[in-house]
């Protein structure tokens, strides 16, 4: 019986850890959404708890954690309480695929790939019985608009992973890794608009900005959960930033490399040693921070914040110790570094999803549906017939990867200024039509 | 009383497709209405078929308040009419009393009250940007817009001691001498804010999503404009090339070079285009006025008691918003007979259901935000 | 028995009962939506079935297709329509005795059929690894030697699509 | 393992409570997703003997059955719809006119 048992240990092990760790992550990246708005916005952001806010994460989900839980009359109550926990469930599901190392990830299944597509596509069912259930005109015309956004872009969220598909020739998210690793060119170079119109879409599908219409607070308060409070709002937010982050791992994974290091097959080595000088970035980088927190700790006005930033340098130093002793073990180098590249990258797409959210105003709701359908979804179609076009030049024709690549994206190019332009005539012919009546 | 049943968010749900027809609720609390506006929106699906403004949420009886004041204790009223705008609504009450008196305020008075005036044009313009970029989901140019604002809001506070409800100006003239430093502080003001109308231009004004949700959104004709006597910028959006500065000067306009932007759509594009050539208009006024500031009283010789002989005068201004009009009637006491008010606000939202109809429910708020109200001056 | 194939058992069973349970209170129910959350439930157990019988692209299929994309269409027509009103109405038509008593025939038909007839099937052994790998096979066979019927299947969508437009549009 | 008649039954079970649920209910939505176990039930058979027969046929009938559901579910719900704004109503035995 042990025998059976014993191949699932490091999975559930796995699980848990991401479990625990996932919600906490999605309190700093809140933070950091906030940092980084306020930053944009020219003021400061949290300050109050902790350090330039740090414990600011904690306090929230304390605060939400003891508000009072309301249950609008009339609501459907066991729909009302399973919806939130629907959405937390699915977006922790799909987390079983990603690898975030080489070693380090829950299951690495054959259909990788369609597994994530799949639970991140039963996340519209906790939106819409959200809705559903709150009994209020708000919540359902959120739903119904969620509904019909999640569904449009879904489409071309899937016809743009095709192309990364095509190029790794896998469903399993390690396999195409190594096939980034293999052909030595992480995909985002061969097919960069693919990757535009997955950002696109998964902007869309996690129901950020521009985009943010079944919780467009200027026309729907708060959309499907604007009944909600306390801690099942809270779930709904854990969701929306868990997705985020599976959006983010899977661009990085199909698009960005995955766990491997920028200019993975440069071997510079520092002389007499086998250590590459391009793997000390990590390490460093956290050693900086470190320094950077000490220095800051003795300027911080009261004595519990100097203490805690303080810590928060032990912290910074104890990873980049990790970081650098990895960096003598052949073993676990790619484990720990890759972990943190792969990090890394699922926060510089996040970075982007926050700039593009303070920049942009938000698109109508028609408007939404012309980009999806009549632009993004012909563009992925087209894209997809070049990527096929291009690998068949490179592998029977004997062309390089790039000038295939190249040319096609050049007529992929093409084909979306058309497009665009189409839109554009079409909406002079509509607000001329306006202006006749 | 009404066609409309009185559904409100949390009502049951009446999105089936077999009633042609929905009702919904926008406000009075609602994040984008403005304050205490309530529209209720008859739609089609998600097109608008009607509306219907209920207002009033806000009624405090100014114009009655009035009947029972001195000339100059009804003064710091009207700042809490245009409650954004408090500056251009105390020049005109002043004006307009100072009109029934048949006098007129000293030549420093007059440029030093265009300053300001022209100044809280530009906050009150800096502040519709904001919540009208809020609304239609541009979370970061209200900061920025803020950021300005409080520059002209300190030099308000240094002018007279507040910042919002500034109660500036007296009738007669002014109550205060300028401060040491104001010449400097407002061209200082005017050199920087040149820069920063052309920063939130780059985050606006060729932005896709911005060009998509303003343009052909809320069109009102130029004869439609005229026909529900919209004024403002609401109204030069339109085409039509009317601004009380120039058509019937008042304070020190006459003596200054402007220009008055005109568009011609009328949608609600050019309506913020119309406004950001304001602000740089204004800026204009506010650097010639503040080169050559004349020396001499600031106060009219008028007496402590004001009893204005019997009589009625109408006089209007061009206040951020559109015309401002106060009508007051004098039976030769200390208090008016009768003080009614044209606020350009009450006047302009008179065009949201021509705006909206046939258009989407988020085009609604767009509109909302493009005709700049403020419920302070809607209600009384 | 080996403990995975115990664990196979437990799978198995626990789906199917969760199929049954569930499809019989998709019918039963008098909320239209509680019937297709139940509905759900009952393609998911569906997935999961087909999960242990390695057919792992058919469980992404399913829970793609159907949950994600046919059963949010019916979530969607069922929130379109008003269904307040269904709470108060009768739930079964007038026939319900002789469709329940049609149903009972059926059971015992087919149940007769399997219980003598379930042994006349001739399965070869099973192949031990399943059709692996199942997405490449699966992919092969419907470009390759059912060509024809998928490019079939294509036209028939495009139809339903064209259907269901007409259908709705309120003016075409 | 498991033999291949427990599917049978199973798949019989969700078929049956399928027809009942077709047969019985007057909710025209209710009807359409029992419609869909039925082809569910069906595709748990071919699936089952796939797997059985070691034969990838069934799984690829299985995804034909599934496009079909989808079209299937696409014109049945245009069609209830469109009923139901013409005559406010999702009942089968409500649908009694030719024409209105």
Same mark, same amino acid.
């Given at each position: 019986?042990?025998?059976?048992?014993?191949?699932?240990?490091?999975?559930?092990?796995?699980?848990?850890?991401?479990?625990?760790?996932?919600?906490?992550?999605?309190?700093?990246?809140?933070?950091?959404?906030?940092?980084?708005?306020?930053?944009?916005?020219?003021?400061?952001?949290?300050?109050?708890?902790?350090?330039?806010?740090?414990?600011?994460?904690?306090?929230?989900?304390?605060?939400?954690?003891?508000?009072?839980?309301?249950?609008?009359?009339?609501?459907?109550?066991?729909?009302?309480?399973?919806?939130?926990?629907?959405?937390?469930?699915?977006?922790?599901?799909?987390?079983?695929?990603?690898?975030?190392?080489?070693?380090?990830?829950?299951?690495?299944?054959?259909?990788?790939?369609?597994?994530?597509?799949?639970? @991140? @596509?039963?996340?519209?069912? +906790?939106?819409?019985?959200?809705?559903?259930?709150?009994?209020?005109?708000?919540?359902?015309?959120?739903?119904?608009? @969620?509904?019909?956004?999640?569904?449009?872009?879904?489409?071309?969220? +899937?016809?743009?992973?095709?192309?990364?598909?095509?190029?790794?020739?896998?469903? @399993?998210?390690?396999?195409?890794?190594?096939?980034?690793?293999?052909?030595?060119?992480?995909?985002?170079?061969?097919?960069?608009?693919?990757?535009?119109?997955?950002?696109?879409?998964?902007?869309?599908?996690?129901?950020?900005?521009?985009?943010?219409?079944?919780?467009?607070?200027?026309?729907?308060?708060?959309?499907?959960?604007?009944?909600?409070?306390?801690?099942?709002?809270?779930?709904?937010?854990?969701?929306?930033?868990?997705?985020?982050?599976?959006?983010?791992?899977?661009?990085?994974?199909?698009?960005?490399?995955?766990?491997?290091?920028?200019?993975?097959?440069?071997?510079?080595?520092?002389?007499?040693?086998?250590?590459?000088?391009?793997?000390?970035?990590?390490?460093?980088?956290?050693?900086?921070?470190?320094?950077?927190?000490?220095?800051?700790?003795?300027?911080?006005?009261?004595?519990?914040?100097?203490?805690?930033?303080?810590?928060?340098?032990?912290?910074?130093?104890?990873?980049?110790?990790?970081?650098?002793?990895?960096?003598?073990?052949?073993?676990?180098?790619?484990?720990?570094?890759?972990?943190?590249?792969?990090?890394?990258?699922?926060?510089?797409?996040?970075?982007?999803?926050?700039?593009?959210?303070?920049?942009?105003?938000?698109?109508?709701?028609?408007?939404?549906?012309?980009?999806?359908?009549?632009?993004?979804?012909?563009?992925?179609?087209?894209?997809?017939?070049?990527?096929?076009?291009?690998?068949?030049?490179?592998?029977?024709?004997?062309?390089?990867?790039?000038?295939?690549?190249?040319?096609?994206?050049?007529?992929?190019?093409?084909?979306?200024?058309?497009?665009?332009?189409?839109?554009?005539?079409?909406?002079?012919?509509?607000?001329?039509?306006?202006?006749?009546? | $009383?009404?066609?409309?049943?009185?559904?409100?968010?949390?009502?049951?749900?009446?999105?089936?497709?077999?009633?042609?027809?929905?009702?919904?609720?926008?406000?009075?609390?609602?994040?984008?209405?403005?304050?205490?506006?309530?529209?209720?929106?008859?739609?089609?699906?998600?097109?608008?078929?009607?509306?219907?403004?209920?207002?009033?949420?806000?009624?405090?009886?100014?114009?009655?308040? %009035?009947?029972?004041?001195?000339?100059?204790?009804?003064? !710091?009223?009207?700042?809490?009419?245009?409650?954004?705008?408090?500056?251009?609504?105390?020049?005109?009450?002043?004006?307009?009393? #100072?009109?029934?008196?048949?006098? #007129? %305020?000293?030549?420093?008075?007059?440029?030093?009250?265009?300053?300001?005036?022209?100044?809280?044009?530009?906050?009150?313009?800096?502040?519709?940007?904001?919540?009208?970029?809020?609304?239609?989901?541009?979370?970061?140019?209200?900061?920025?817009?803020?950021?300005?604002?409080?520059?002209?809001?300190?030099?308000?506070?240094?002018?007279?001691?507040?910042?919002?409800?500034?109660?500036?100006?007296?009738?007669?003239?002014?109550?205060?001498?300028?401060?040491?430093?104001?010449?400097?502080?407002?061209?200082?003001?005017?050199?920087?804010?040149?820069?920063?109308?052309? #920063?939130?231009?780059?985050?606006?004004?060729?932005?896709?999503?911005?060009?998509?949700?303003?343009?052909?959104?809320?069109?009102?004709?130029?004869?439609?404009?005229?026909?529900?006597?919209?004024?403002?910028?609401?109204?030069?959006?339109?085409?039509?090339?009317?601004?009380?500065?120039?058509?019937?000067?008042?304070?020190?306009?006459?003596?200054?070079?402007?220009?008055? !932007?005109?568009? #011609?759509?009328?949608?609600?594009?050019?309506?913020?285009?119309?406004? $950001?050539?304001?602000?740089?208009?204004?800026?204009?006024?506010?650097?010639?006025?503040?080169?050559?500031?004349?020396?001499?009283?600031? $106060?009219?010789?008028?007496?402590?008691?004001?009893?204005?002989?019997?009589?009625?005068?109408?006089?209007?201004?061009?206040?951020?918003?559109?015309?401002?009009?106060?009508?007051?009637?004098?039976?030769?006491?200390?208090?008016?007979?009768?003080?009614?008010?044209?606020?350009?606000?009450?006047?302009?939202?008179?065009?949201?259901?021509?705006?909206?109809?046939?258009?989407?429910?988020?085009?609604?708020?767009?509109?909302?935000?493009?005709?700049?109200?403020?419920?302070?001056?809607?209600?009384? | 028995?080996?403990?995975?194939?115990?664990?196979?058992?437990?799978?198995?069973?626990?789906?199917?009962?969760?199929?049954?349970?569930?499809?019989?209170? &998709?019918?039963?129910?008098?909320?239209?939506?509680?019937?297709?959350?139940?509905?759900?439930?009952?393609?998911?157990?569906?997935?999961?079935?087909?999960?242990?019988?390695?057919?792992?692209?058919?469980?992404?299929?399913?829970?793609?297709?159907?949950?994600?994309?046919? &059963?949010?269409?019916?979530?969607?027509?069922?929130?379109?329509?008003?269904?307040?009103?269904?709470?108060?109405?009768?739930?079964?038509?007038?026939?319900?005795?002789?469709?329940?008593?049609?149903?009972?025939?059926?059971?015992?038909?087919?149940?007769?059929?399997?219980?003598?007839?379930?042994?006349?099937?001739?399965?070869?052994?099973?192949?031990?690894?399943?059709?692996?790998?199942?997405?490449?096979?699966?992919?092969?066979?419907?470009?390759?030697?059912? &060509?024809?019927?998928?490019?079939?299947?294509?036209?028939?969508?495009?139809?339903?699509?064209?259907?269901?437009?007409? &259908?709705?549009?309120?003016?075409? | 393992?498991?033999?291949?008649?427990?599917?049978?039954?199973?798949?019989?079970?969700?078929?049956?409570?399928?027809?009942? =649920?077709?047969?019985?209910?007057?909710?025209?939505?209710?009807?359409?997703?029992?419609?869909?176990?039925?082809?569910?039930?069906?595709?748990?058979?071919?699936?089952?003997?796939?797997?059985?027969?070691?034969?990838?046929? =069934?799984?690829?009938?299985?995804?034909?059955?599934?496009?079909?559901?989808?079209?299937?579910?696409?014109?049945?719900?245009?069609?209830?719809?469109?009923?139901?704004?013409?005559?406010?109503?999702?009942?089968?035995?409500?649908?009694?006119?030719?024409?209105?």
């Amino acid at each position: 019986m042990l025998e059976t048992v014993k191949p699932y240990l490091w999975p559930v092990l796995f699980g848990v850890i991401v479990v625990a760790v996932l919600p906490l992550l999605a309190g700093y990246v809140v933070l950091l959404e906030r940092k980084v708005m306020a930053d944009m916005q020219a003021r400061l952001g949290p300050m109050r708890v902790g350090p330039h806010g740090l414990l600011q994460p904690i306090a929230d989900a304390l605060k939400l954690l003891i508000k009072e839980d309301i249950v609008p009359l009339n609501a459907d109550r066991v729909i009302f309480w399973l919806a939130p926990v629907l959405s937390v469930t699915t977006a922790l599901v799909a987390y079983a695929a990603i690898p975030f190392g080489p070693g380090f990830q829950i299951a690495d299944m054959n259909i990788g790939l369609l597994f994530i597509l799949a639970v @991140s @596509s039963l996340g519209i069912y +906790g939106i819409v019985l959200g809705g559903w259930s709150s009994n209020s005109n708000y919540s359902l015309m959120g739903a119904i608009r @969620s509904v019909a956004q999640l569904v449009s872009y879904e489409t071309a969220a +899937g016809l743009a992973l095709i192309s990364a598909l095509m190029m790794g020739s896998s469903l @399993s998210l390690r396999a195409l890794v190594m096939a980034q690793q293999n052909q030595g060119v992480w995909f985002i170079f061969c097919v960069p608009i693919a990757f535009f119109i997955y950002l696109v879409a998964s902007i869309a599908e996690t129901n950020r900005a521009p985009f943010d219409f079944p919780e467009a607070e200027s026309e729907l308060v708060a959309g499907y959960m604007t009944e909600y409070s306390g801690f099942r709002w809270s779930l709904y937010f854990l969701a929306e930033y868990a997705n985020m982050i599976i959006v983010a791992s899977v661009a990085t994974t199909l698009f960005l490399g995955g766990w491997l290091r920028p200019l993975a097959s440069v071997h510079l080595q520092i002389p007499g040693t086998r250590m590459e000088i391009l793997d000390l970035i990590p390490p460093l980088f956290f050693l900086a921070l470190a320094g950077y927190c000490v220095l800051r700790a003795p300027r911080q006005p009261v004595a519990v914040q100097k203490v805690f930033m303080l810590l928060v340098a032990g912290f910074c130093l104890l990873l980049a110790a990790a970081l650098g002793w990895s960096l003598t073990s052949a073993e676990f180098l790619p484990a720990i570094h890759g972990a943190f590249w792969f990090l890394a990258k699922v926060f510089v797409y996040i970075y982007a999803f926050l700039w593009i959210r303070f920049t942009f105003p938000r698109y109508r709701f028609d408007q939404l549906m012309n980009l999806g359908w009549r632009i993004l979804i012909p563009l992925a179609l087209t894209n997809l017939v070049g990527v096929g076009v291009a690998l068949v030049l490179h592998s029977a024709r004997g062309w390089g990867l790039f000038p295939a690549f190249l040319l096609t994206t050049l007529a992929t190019l093409a084909v979306a200024g058309f497009l665009v332009n189409e839109g554009d005539k079409r909406l002079k012919v509509v607000a001329v039509g306006a202006n006749g009546e | $009383m009404d066609e409309y049943s009185n559904r409100g968010g949390s009502s049951v749900s009446t999105t089936e497709l077999g009633a042609d027809e929905i009702i919904l609720n926008m406000g009075p609390q609602h994040p984008s209405t403005h304050g205490v506006l309530r529209v209720k929106l008859k739609l089609d699906g998600e097109r608008v078929a009607g509306t219907e403004c209920i207002i009033g949420y806000l009624h405090r009886g100014v114009e009655k308040i %009035a009947e029972h004041r001195t000339y100059q204790q009804f003064a !710091p009223y009207v700042d809490r009419m245009d409650y954004v705008a408090a500056v251009s609504n105390g020049l005109g009450y002043c004006e307009a009393v #100072e009109k029934l008196l048949l006098t #007129e %305020a000293p030549p420093r008075a007059r440029v030093v009250r265009t300053i300001l005036t022209e100044l809280q044009r530009i906050a009150s313009h800096l502040l519709w940007l904001g919540t009208h970029a809020l609304d239609i989901g541009a979370l970061t140019p209200v900061f920025y817009c803020f950021r300005e604002r409080e520059e002209i809001l300190k030099i308000f506070e240094k002018y007279c001691g507040a910042r919002l409800t500034t109660h500036a100006f007296r009738i007669g003239g002014l109550q205060y001498e300028t401060y040491d430093g104001f010449e400097a502080d407002v061209k200082r003001f005017c050199a920087d804010f040149t820069h920063k109308i052309d #920063e939130y231009e780059t985050l606006l004004t060729l932005n896709r999503i911005w060009v998509s949700r303003t343009k052909g959104v809320g069109i009102l004709t130029a004869e439609d404009a005229i026909a529900l006597g919209v004024t403002g910028p609401v109204l030069r959006a339109s085409g039509i090339k009317w601004d009380l500065r120039k058509a019937q000067p008042y304070a020190a306009y006459d003596k200054y070079d402007f220009e008055i !932007p005109t568009r #011609e759509h009328g949608d609600t594009y050019d309506r913020y285009l119309v406004r $950001m050539d304001e602000m740089r208009q204004s800026q204009r006024i506010c650097m010639q006025a503040v080169e050559d500031i004349p020396v001499g009283a600031i $106060m009219a010789r008028i007496g402590k008691v004001l009893k204005p002989p019997p009589g009625e005068v109408y006089h209007s201004i061009e206040a951020p918003k559109g015309e401002l009009g106060y009508y007051i009637v004098s039976d030769g006491t200390v208090q008016p007979y009768r003080v009614r008010v044209r606020p350009p606000s009450f006047i302009n939202l008179q065009a949201l259901d021509k705006m909206a109809r046939g258009g989407l429910v988020a085009d609604v708020v767009a509109i909302i935000g493009t005709i700049d109200i403020v419920l302070g001056e809607v209600d009384r | 028995m080996n403990g995975a194939g115990a664990l196979d058992q437990v799978f198995f069973y626990f789906f199917a009962a969760l199929a049954v349970v569930s499809s019989v209170l &998709m019918v039963t129910r008098r909320n239209v939506i509680h019937s297709a959350i139940f509905l759900i439930t009952a393609l998911l157990a569906t997935a999961g079935i087909f999960l242990q019988l390695q057919a792992e692209f058919l469980f992404a299929v399913q829970i793609i297709l159907y949950v994600g994309g046919i &059963m949010v269409l019916f979530i969607f027509a069922i929130m379109l329509v008003h269904q307040d009103v269904s709470l108060k109405q009768l739930r079964y038509s007038r026939q319900k005795w002789v469709a329940g008593v049609l149903g009972v025939i059926l059971v015992a038909e087919f149940w007769f059929a399997l219980d003598k007839g379930g042994s006349l099937f001739h399965p070869g052994a099973p192949i031990s690894g399943g059709l692996q790998p199942n997405t490449e096979q699966v992919g092969q066979a419907l470009f390759g030697g059912y &060509m024809l019927p998928f490019e079939i299947a294509s036209v028939l969508l495009l139809v339903a699509m064209v259907g269901a437009v007409v &259908m709705a549009k309120r003016r075409i | 393992m498991i033999p291949t008649t427990h599917y049978l039954y199973l798949s019989l079970a969700l078929f049956t409570i399928g027809i009942v =649920g077709v047969l019985t209910r007057r909710n025209v939505i209710v009807m359409l997703m029992s419609i869909e176990l039925i082809l569910n039930a069906v595709n748990i058979n071919l699936v089952a003997f796939s797997r059985a027969y070691g034969a990838v046929a =069934g799984q690829v009938f299985a995804i034909f059955i599934i496009t079909d559901a989808a079209a299937e579910a696409a014109v049945g719900l245009g069609i209830i719809l469109a009923f139901f704004r013409n005559r406010e109503t999702v009942l089968a035995d409500e649908m009694d006119l030719l024409k209105w």
